[in-house]
């Protein structure tokens, strides 16, 4: 990562000074190494809630957008992606970008300060990793940004990630950008910071419904949330003295599973996370054979987590996204588990009578309000009555999981999701012949841990991914609304044509693909359209938002899908998330990492 003689010059290319409120592009003259070097965080609810992770270095800031924000628990590793640099004066910015400018949206000052490199600030730039301590008002203490490596094709370095060191500072299972969501500026919240700069409505709408995503609820719970802190302080002292009373007095403990973790396991007392990034698979080419390996069948639906404390229940999706109100029923069946508190890893699916999951079901139910409908197949247990599983090996966890979920009565919504010992390759030819998606292999002896690595991997019968709308072409009958959907992938972050799929939906799909569309409608497309390509004449291009799962037999040489199938759009991946898949030899994905 290279200083550049013109630092500012991109950042000045992506805004429009007339437009926007933002700093001119003015590089300091940087200074003197015995004051120290300021740092800041701004929240920033943009197309996408992030928040910008920025150290004074050379007279400008360097920049990184950090997506789920900043964690004082040194277990989690945040993605930071490298941004362009920004000027000195843009360490006390906070305020609304004007909507349709690069980054509109509203910009809190989250957290500020000065920072300290515990080592040569360039070298560990260039080199990938950079320690360093923060003194701010809400980040303290030791820090390291560590760089990815690129893969594959992919030769882009922009990803790294951002890392609490362990020290004093530091705040296992703590939510921070939840807990302390106001400016160290003004003192405000994201909305009343719209609001006092006048956003527009949309902008202000947008500001709310980030709150609530930084607070880990949805934007439909909040105002209850707020009503209810309305109701006054008397309220919430004669609620405090009761649970201090309950609390003195003695009560049994709930009969919970004894656990059958050997003597000397790796469990650990730990108070239950607030929420736990889920474990990813790797795509690989072929099923491990060895002994060491559990194999599992592939399921087709919505990864759930699910967080318990007490009598409350928390239903998360994979990147955070409170599904509690959407999933009574479920939310019910881990409320009647025998145990205090918990934490659970699984998928919320659509079975039908043959036991097989269906994601087009899935996705019918939801639509219908038949949510309750829905069934919670848990493979992992991360938590059990303040004790943290996660160091623990997978067959201690799934042996705990399985006795913890024994005496759930059929009518539940729960279900343990069962593993085969060994044998990847049969299991996976047996998975194909049943008609199934494929199967994820998880190392028997490996702890869990919140990335994509090569203790999961994941090997497909069929070819099935995410995709990006781009758009959608004039249908042929004046009744179908669309024709087909344009769909792109991020690839060397940029988003290309991957091409367009018109099967698979039905006129309700298309009317429903139609009305989200509608909303997303832009002037201009989000791609380079592909010359040459006659099936985008009289194409409406859209804000590249929706996440479309898409079957398909191949990709073509020239990076198109052939014979595609539409099945369902997904809620629970973000559209920048969204790649292609390209499976890895199995011998490269079982290297384990230090």
């Known amino acids: 990562m290279a200083r550049r003689k013109a630092p500012l010059a991109e950042y000045a290319r992506k805004r429009d000074f007339t437009r926007t409120a933002e700093p001119g592009p003015r590089a300091g003259r940087g200074r003197a190494r015995r004051r ?34 900043p964690s004082l628990d040194p277990a989690d590793k945040r993605l930071a992606v490298h941004v362009e640099d920004h000027p000195l004066d843009y360490g006390g910015f906070e305020g609304v970008i004007t909507e349709g400018e690069y980054g509109g949206g509203t910009v809190m000052l989250w957290d500020r300060g000065t920072w300290e490199p515990l080592e040569d600030a360039r070298a560990g730039l260039r080199k990938g990793s950079l320690k360093f301590r923060l003194s701010g008002r809400k980040l303290r203490g030791g820090w390291a940004l560590v760089r990815l490596p690129a893969r594959g094709d992919d030769a882009d370095d922009r990803n790294w990630l951002l890392i609490k060191e362990r020290d004093e500072q530091a705040r296992p299972g703590s939510h921070i950008v939840g807990e302390r969501d106001k400016s160290v500026l003004s003192g405000l919240d994201l909305v009343r910071i719209a609001k006092k700069h006048k956003a527009t409505e949309r902008q202000v709408e947008g500001a709310r419904r980030a709150a609530a995503t930084a607070r880990g609820e949805t934007a439909e719970a909040a105002p209850a949330r707020r009503a209810a802190s309305r109701r006054g302080a008397t309220g919430a002292r004669k609620a405090a003295a009761g649970r201090a009373a309950a609390r003195a007095r003695p009560r049994a403990r709930p009969a919970a599973p004894a656990l059958g973790l050997a003597r000397g396991s790796s469990a650990s007392r730990a108070a239950p996370p607030a929420f736990v990034a889920p474990e990813l698979c790797t795509l690989v080419d072929a099923a491990p054979a060895g002994d060491d390996w559990v194999h599992e069948v592939k399921l087709d639906g919505y990864r759930l987590l699910a967080r318990r404390e007490g009598d409350e229940v928390l239903l998360w999706s994979r990147n955070r996204i409170d599904w509690s109100a959407r999933l009574p029923a479920v939310a019910a069946a881990v409320r009647a588990l025998p145990a205090r508190s918990l934490y659970l890893d699984g998928e919320l699916v659509h079975a039908d009578a043959r036991g097989r999951t269906s994601f087009e079901g899935l996705k019918a139910d939801l639509s219908a309000g038949h949510a309750d409908a829905l069934t919670y197949v848990v493979f992992d247990l991360l938590h059990l009555d303040g004790r943290d599983l996660r160091r623990a090996p997978l067959l201690e966890r799934k042996a705990a999981l399985e006795q913890l979920l024994s005496k759930v009565p059929r009518r539940s919504r729960l279900r343990y999701l069962p593993h085969a010992e060994g044998g990847g390759p049969a299991a996976f030819r047996a998975a194909c012949r049943a008609g199934l998606e494929g199967i994820v292999c998880k190392r028997a002896d490996a702890g869990y841990r919140s990335e994509r690595g090569g203790d999961w991997i994941k090997v497909k019968c069929v070819r099935r991914q995410e995709f990006v709308v781009l758009g959608f072409t004039p249908p042929s009958r004046r009744d179908f609304l669309i024709g087909s959907l344009i769909l792109g992938v991020h690839e060397r972050g940029q988003l290309r044509y991957a091409g367009r799929v018109g099967t698979g939906f039905d006129a309700d799909q298309r009317a429903d693909l139609h009305r989200r569309l509608q909303h997303l409608a832009a002037r201009q497309p989000p791609i380079e359209p592909p010359r040459g390509e006659p099936g985008l004449r009289g194409a409406t291009w859209t804000r590249p938002a929706l996440v479309a799962e898409v079957a398909f037999t191949e990709w073509t040489s020239d990076g198109r899908l052939r014979h595609p199938s539409f099945q369902g759009l997904r809620e629970d991946k973000p559209a920048r998330d969204v790649v292609v898949e390209r499976s890895k030899p199995l011998r490269a994905a079982r290297a384990r990492k230090p």
């Open 36 to 69: 120290p070097l300021s740092f800041c965080v701004q929240e920033h609810a943009a197309s996408r809630l992030h928040w910008d992770f920025r150290l004074e270095l050379d007279g400008v800031l360097v920049s990184w957008a950090v997506p789920k924000g």
